[in-house]
């Protein structure tokens, strides 16, 4: 169990949706398409706080609009 990241701060879908005001299912989507890392524990989904910044980053810099 020593291995286990400690410190690790994460968002909860509904958390991550608020900050960024939009819907729990934009969220939801970029993690079943892999765009967003995310842990599923059982029916829980964890976003690591740092790959919702990084993924936030690359939507950012994107070349593609939004649809």
Request: glycine share 4%.
């Amino acid at each position: 169990m020593s291995d286990l990241p400690t410190g690790v701060a994460y968002y909860t879908a509904r958390e991550l949706a608020d900050h960024l005001r939009v819907s729990t299912m934009t969220i939801h989507r970029a993690i079943d398409t892999g765009d967003l890392p995310a842990l599923r524990l059982g029916a829980a989904v964890r976003i690591p706080v740092t790959d919702a910044h990084d993924w936030i980053l690359t939507r950012l810099t994107s070349k593609e609009t939004t649809r």
